[in-house]
């Protein structure tokens, strides 16, 4: 039992240093960002999945630990949140508008805009200084991100000029009234429970950390070390309480999936071999524990509500999801 505690604090985020103690609790949360950025840039470089722009914002470090749970982990939570995002426009196309709360260094706007995806209004929402800091590596990496034509992408030149807290691409206002599609990554469980209420969002779509086990145990006392508290958690427990949460914030729909079913399930087989031969995993165990303990949550109301939206994209042969998670 003590064997596999210290399995799994090895991957979980934790203090690597006396630096991640140190500073105020923006900085600590914005250290989050770079320490997932490098876990992606990590996989990307080993060839789990495709992305030409994430090495602009950040090189992997040579001195961080990285296990093979840690970079498939990382694989099914990206590949998840953009099936789901995929779907979505394929449903609204410039109806829709996407809203990423605490984006970090995320690339997939620039993914959707490579592949011609018809969509509305993209917003990405973070603290001021991962803001500047995206903007100044936007512009020093601007050949990158160039369409197939030559043509900056429209983002690119106005990013971040109007709000400190926003890059935006060219129409960036957000139509309230219309269908909108706001997306985060766990950054819900650090929320109070009443943040989620569905005041203007249409759909909801977050990938959230449940359980009352060691491994969320261990999960809230290394964010607590780090100085990063986190008081949602204690709301997600068991996918009971989370859909009781949501239920009562007053969406309307609420469906669910676990991360590791989608891995299991839901991946075509051919794809999750091909990522099961770049790294050896010594205790399957602990990748099935780590992926159990996420859970893909969409939030729906109003019309949203009639827009079906799955995993169940495996035996698919169209766009998006044919070759989805090879590229």
Known sequence: MEKRKQMLSSIIPSCESAEHLSGNFEEKVQRTNDEASDLKASAVALGYWKDPFISCFVTPSSDRQR???MHRGCFVRV???EVVVHQFLSVYGREGQ???LGAGYDTLYWKLRRNSVALGCFVEVDFDEVVHRKKALLEKHSAVFNDDDGNVVESVPIAATE?????HTG???VQFAGTYFCCTNIDIVGMRSHVSHPTRMRKFAGLLGTGNDNFMNIFESNMERRGIPVPGLKNFKD?????SLLATAGWQKVIHWRADDVFECCIPSESRQRIEKIEFLDEPFLLSQLLHHYVFVIASRGRCTQTEINFECRKSTSPPFSNFFDS
Request: glycine share 4%; aromatic share 10%.
């Open 239 to 243: 996918d009971a309480s989370l859909r």
């Open 67 to 69: 296990t093979a749970e």
């Open 79 to 81: 590949k998840g949140i």
């Open 171 to 173: 129409d960036y206002y």
């Open 163 to 167: 709000s400190k807290s926003e890059i």
């Open 98 to 100: 996407v809203v990423n």
